[in-house]
């Protein structure tokens, strides 16, 4: 199974019992569709995933980061601390692509091509940037 969404905070890197390391993450990926009344709806979900094959990974896995998933899904039951019984996705992950940046980045990255462009205009007296 493929999914594709954004990370909702830093991936996190753990160390079993077993001396195994595991890459712990989370993304939320957006869906929508119209209702019968032809409202649209806007639904997110969210999974928790973890990865076994490279801790290094995690250096580049940030929140906001846009990915594409590749493996299976499972569920995992519990029981909240108000005694009701819930259950989380869980996404155990094969394979991980890369997308781009996270959302800081790119806003970063606009942010400084506007400013180059802005100074090469005042530089040489035009308005346009080409």
């Known amino acids: 199974m ?3 969404g954004r990370l909702t905070r830093d991936a996190e890197v753990r160390t079993t019992s077993q001396d195994k390391q595991v890459v712990n ?3 939320a990926t957006n869906d929508s569709y119209r209702n019968k009344q032809g409202e649209r709806i806007e639904q997110t979900t969210y999974f928790d995933c973890s990865y076994w094959i490279s801790p290094n990974v ?3 896995l940030t929140k906001g980061t846009l ?3 590749t493996g299976r899904v499972s569920t995992r039951p519990w029981t909240a601390n108000d005694g009701e019984l819930r259950a989380s996705l869980n996404f155990h992950t094969s394979a991980i692509k890369l997308h781009g940046g996270s ?3 790119e806003n970063a990255q606009t942010s400084n ?3 180059k ?3 090469k205009n005042q530089e040489t007296g ?3 940037p080409f």
Do not use: G, M, R
């Open 2 to 4: 493929n999914i594709v």
């Open 25 to 27: 993450f989370s993304i």
């Open 58 to 60: 995690s250096k580049i």
């Open 67 to 69: 990915v594409e998933l």
């Open 103 to 105: 959302k800081k980045t």
């Open 113 to 115: 091509n506007a400013k």
């Open 117 to 119: 462009t802005n100074t």
């Open 126 to 128: 035009d308005d346009l």
